[in-house]
T-cell receptor, first 115, second 114 residues
Framework: DVKVTQSSRYLVKRTGEKVFLECVQDMDHENMFWYRQDPGLGLRLIYF???????EKGDIPEGYSVSREKKERFSLILESASTNQTSMYLC??????????????FGPGTRLTVL | AQSVTQLDSHVSVSEGTPVLLRCNYSSSYSPSLFWYVQHPNKGLQLLLK??????LVKGINGFEAEFKKSETSFHLTKPSAHMSDAAEYFC????????????FGTGTLLAVQP
């Protein structure tokens, strides 16, 4: 079974702090994704990565950056957290083998609160 | 541009009665379509997917969906609701081609009354 894990289930940070959200997948997937989930808005793509050190902006990249130094790990960075970044953050991965179908596998999510 | 519309934000059914969650999509290409489910405090789980094979797709836990190109719909159904079906359901479209992007609907929260 594909397993996608996220470093924290709940996180509370203060405005202006630098925040790191970590995601690890154990299925050797090439593609990894970061989404945020807000009530009534569904999931919105922040950034994604096709390969190590490769990244592409999603629909809402402002205020975020990412890092992918190893294939299995994809980090989301909030350089200076703000209250409007309070949200649920979901990581996902997918393989090139299933690219035609774009099936993604999701982690349990990190609920981030910025005070 | 590709998009997906979930027509109901909340649906409430009684246990043992049918479930219908409605989804319409817009896509310039032959889309792949998915339904994902999210139980409280859990990650998203794939329920079923349509990838241009059979138009009636069967998924896990007794759910199924029918792709209707003429109506641009992909509604999710289940003959008999169970309490454990209470969750949020997302209809998802991918525009096809080489893109890996998924486009999510805004979700439908399903409540199941005893």
């Amino acid at each position: 079974d594909v397993k996608v894990t996220q470093s924290s289930r709940y996180l509370v940070k203060r405005t202006g702090e630098k925040v790191f959200l970590e995601c690890v997948q154990d299925m050797d997937h090439e593609n990894m994704f970061w989404y945020r989930q807000d009530p009534g808005l569904g999931l919105r793509l922040i950034y994604f990565s096709y390969d190590v050190k490769m990244k592409e902006k999603g629909d809402i990249p402002e205020g975020y950056s990412v890092s992918r130094e190893k294939k299995e790990r994809f980090s989301l960075i909030l350089e200076s957290a703000s209250t409007n970044q309070t949200s649920m953050y979901l990581c996902a991965s997918s393989s090139l083998a299933s690219q035609a179908y774009n099936e993604q596998f999701f982690g349990p999510g990190t609920r981030l609160t910025v005070l | 541009a590709q998009s997906v519309t979930q027509l109901d934000s909340h649906v409430s059914v009684s246990e043992g009665t049918p479930v219908l969650l409605r989804c319409n999509y817009s896509s310039s290409y032959s889309p792949s379509l998915f339904w994902y489910v999210q139980h409280p405090n859990k990650g998203l789980q794939l329920l079923l997917k349509y990838t241009s094979a059979a138009t009636l797709v069967k998924g896990i836990n007794g759910f199924e969906a029918e792709f209707k190109k003429s109506e641009t719909s992909f509604h999710l159904t289940k003959p008999s609701a169970h309490m454990s079906d209470a969750a949020e359901y997302f209809c998802v479209v991918t525009p096809g081609g080489a893109t890996n992007k998924l486009i999510f609907g805004t979700g439908t929260l399903l409540a199941v009354q005893p």
